[in-house]
Nanobody, 123 residues
Framework: QVQLVESGGGLVQAGGSLRLSCAAS????????MGWFRQAPGKERELVAV???????YYIDSVKGRFTISRDNAKNTVYLQMNSLKPEDTAVYYC?????????????????WGQGTQVTVSS
């Protein structure tokens, strides 16, 4: 049974930083892609960043240069370092693990989800 537990959210002023962590268990972590998603009130859940099993990464344009996704396979943990935060980054952030070993950019490809962590950026 796959379990994902996020931590690290909170309230921060615009321009500040936060680091989200997601600890995974239940499968061989290194074999699967991991993604960070977010959902703001009244909006659909959107992909933020992906890191594949081989380490390659993808970011949506709005976070490029500000956010960094990384993974520590020895700790079964994926991270999202968020710098230069903006009020529009306010959302509940979720980590997710791909169903199979090939991680795509399609949300339906991710079958396992954490409970979410709130990130609030004040102006």
């Amino acid at each position: 049974q796959v379990q994902l537990v996020e931590s690290g959210g909170g309230l921060v002023q615009a321009g500040g930083s936060l680091r989200l962590s997601c600890a995974a268990s239940g499968r061989t972590f290194s074999s699967y892609g991991m993604g960070w998603f977010r959902q703001a009130p009244g909006k659909e859940r959107e992909l933020v960043a992906v890191i594949r099993s081989g380490g390659s990464t993808y970011y949506i344009d709005s976070v490029k240069g500000r956010f960094t996704i990384s993974r520590d396979n020895a700790k079964n943990t994926v991270y999202l370092q968020m710098n230069s935060l903006k009020p529009e980054d306010t959302a509940v952030y979720y980590c997710a693990q791909s169903r199979g070993t090939i991680a795509t950019l399609v949300i339906s490809n991710y079958g396992y989800w954490g409970q979410g962590t709130q990130v609030t950026v004040s102006s």
